[in-house]
C-alpha cells in the first residue's frame, strides 16, 4: 500500500473516530439529575446562564458542574447529587435566570423511593425494621406505610414521595440498597405564564453580571471556606 493511501485511510478513520466522539459528547448526559424545581431539560438548558450561583448557594455542596464527558450542551450546568441533598431550596432562590421554578417543597418529585424486597431486613424477616417509614413521618410526607398486622412490611406511596431521600438516609442497608431512589421519576417543569409587563424601573436595572471564571473561583472558595468553617 503506497503512502498516499495510506495516508487517506489514516484521516479517514480518523474522522469516523472523531465524529463518533462528538457524538457521544453531544448525546450525553441527557438524563443528568437536576436541582430542585428544574425546567424540562430543553427549557432548562435554554434559560440556564452557567451563572454557578445556585452551586455557590448550595450548602451541602449537592450540585457540582457539569463537564465535557456530561455532554457539550451540560457544560457549565448544575449536577445534582442526590444522597447530599437536603432540599433546603437554596439554589432555587439564587437562580435569576427561571431555569428552576420557584415551587415548594411539597410539589417537588426528585425522584420516588423504590424498596428492594430482597435486601430489606423486615422482608427478609431479619428485623422488624421500619426506619425508612419513620424517616418519612419525620419528613412530613408520609409517603411510606407499614402493614399493621405481622412482620411491619413497607410501601410506598409514589405519589406522596417527593423523593427527598430521608428514607434512604436512615436505612440501615446502605451498601445493599434496600430503598433507593428512581431518578427517572423526577419530576420536570414547565415555565412560568408570564402574562404581565415589567416596570419600567425593572426593566432599566442593569442585568446579572457573569463572572470571570477567576471571579467565580475566587468566591467559590470563599463560599466553601465559610461553609465549612475555615474563614476566620
Known amino acids: 500500500m503506497d503512502s498516499s493511501r495510506r495516508k487517506f485511510l489514516q484521516v479517514a ?12 459528547l453531544a448525546q450525553a448526559g441527557s438524563d443528568l439529575p437536576r ?10 438548558l435554554s434559560r440556564c446562564q452557567r451563572c454557578m450561583r445556585c452551586v455557590d448557594a448550595c450548602q451541602p455542596a449537592a450540585l457540582r458542574i457539569g463537564h465535557l464527558m456530561d455532554g ?8 445534582l447529587d442526590i444522597d447530599k441533598c437536603i432540599q433546603c431550596m437554596d439554589c432555587m432562590r439564587a437562580c435569576p435566570s427561571g431555569a428552576l421554578a420557584k415551587v415548594s417543597k411539597n410539589e417537588l418529585r426528585m425522584g420516588v423511593a423504590v424498596i428492594n424486597e430482597k435486601a430489606c431486613l423486615t422482608f427478609r424477616k431479619k428485623q422488624r ?9 419525620k419528613a412530613g410526607f408520609k409517603a411510606v ?24 438516609r436512615l436505612c440501615p442497608e446502605k451498601n445493599t440498597k434496600a430503598i433507593s ?29 457573569i463572572l470571570t471564571p477567576r471571579e467565580w473561583i475566587a468566591r467559590r472558595v470563599e463560599t466553601l471556606a465559610k461553609t465549612y468553617g475555615l474563614s476566620k
Open 13 to 24: 478513520v480518523g474522522g469516523v473516530i472523531a465524529a463518533g466522539t462528538l457524538t457521544g
Open 35 to 44: 436541582p430542585p424545581g428544574a425546567l424540562r431539560e430543553e427549557e432548562f
Open 72 to 79: 457539550i450542551a451540560n457544560i457549565g450546568t448544575p449536577v
Open 129 to 137: 425494621c421500619k426506619k425508612c417509614y419513620d424517616a418519612c413521618n
Open 145 to 168: 406505610a407499614i402493614e399493621k398486622k405481622g412482620y411491619p412490611f413497607p410501601s410506598v406511596n409514589a405519589e406522596k414521595c417527593t423523593g427527598c431521600g430521608a428514607c434512604v
Open 181 to 209: 431512589l428512581d431518578l427517572s421519576q423526577a419530576k420536570r417543569y414547565d415555565p412560568p405564564q408570564e402574562h404581565f409587563l415589567a416596570r419600567l424601573e425593572n426593566r432599566t436595572e442593569a442585568p446579572n453580571p
